[in-house]
């Protein structure tokens, strides 16, 4: 967080919204058969904390610019896009490689005949780029074409090298009220000696 400005209301309103989203209770139930061993995201009563802080930060930032890396199944890609519909604005770029069971500590595989974003439903595609590749190779061309980024979200290689190489290449392009959001901060403690040195 480089300074997100005080927001009232509206979290409430948009945590229903999200809980009522056809558009994406669809998507959940048309894939549930297949990808249910893998990741169960759901919606309603049992919507997680990461859905929320994701989608309900994207509706209050209202950001031009979403970045995320590690993409996958695309669940979070959509909630990310669900906002930004609502938003009517913004753009999200996604940057990821197919997930191989071994490969970058990946634990499963996509589901034959499945490619990556498969979650993101057609209605909010027009404002999604996925960019297919190795994060080390396509982050800093990206954030180099966008010049700022409202909000990073990192969810790709977790080991504490790449971890923190992401976060020190976004920060320079992070907007002054912007978010850097990460998945799995548990694992090792890059995220904590990443913001001890911003001091954030």
């Not at 996925?130 to 990206?142: I, Q």
């Not at 290449?169 to 912007?178: D, F, Q, R, T």
Request: include cysteine; charged fraction near 20%.
């Amino acid at each position: 967080q480089k300074g997100i400005p005080a927001h009232g209301g509206g979290i409430e309103r948009h945590v229903e919204e999200l809980a009522g989203s056809e558009v994406l209770r669809a998507s959940l139930e048309r894939y549930q058969a297949v990808i249910e061993p893998h990741v169960q995201p759901r919606l309603s009563t049992a919507v997680n904390a990461e859905d929320l802080f994701c989608y309900v930060a994207t509706r209050l930032l209202k950001p031009s610019a979403v970045v995320a890396t590690g993409c996958a199944t695309g669940w979070s890609s959509a909630l990310f896009l669900l906002a930004l519909h609502h938003n009517a604005k913004g753009q999200l770029v996604s940057i990821d490689l197919p997930p191989v069971r071994g490969q970058r500590g990946m634990q499963w595989s996509l589901p034959e005949g499945l490619e990556v974003g498969f979650y993101v439903p057609p209605e909010l595609r027009s404002r999604w780029t996925l960019v297919t590749g190795d994060a080390r190779v396509e982050l800093v061309p990206v954030l180099g074409r966008l010049g700022s980024v409202d909000i990073f979200h990192h969810d790709s290689d977790h080991s504490y090298v790449h971890m923190m190489w992401e976060y020190t290449s976004v920060w320079p392009a992070l907007a002054p009220h912007g978010l850097l959001v990460s998945d799995d901060i548990g694992w090792h403690t890059a995220f904590w000696d990443f913001a001890t040195a911003v001091g954030r």
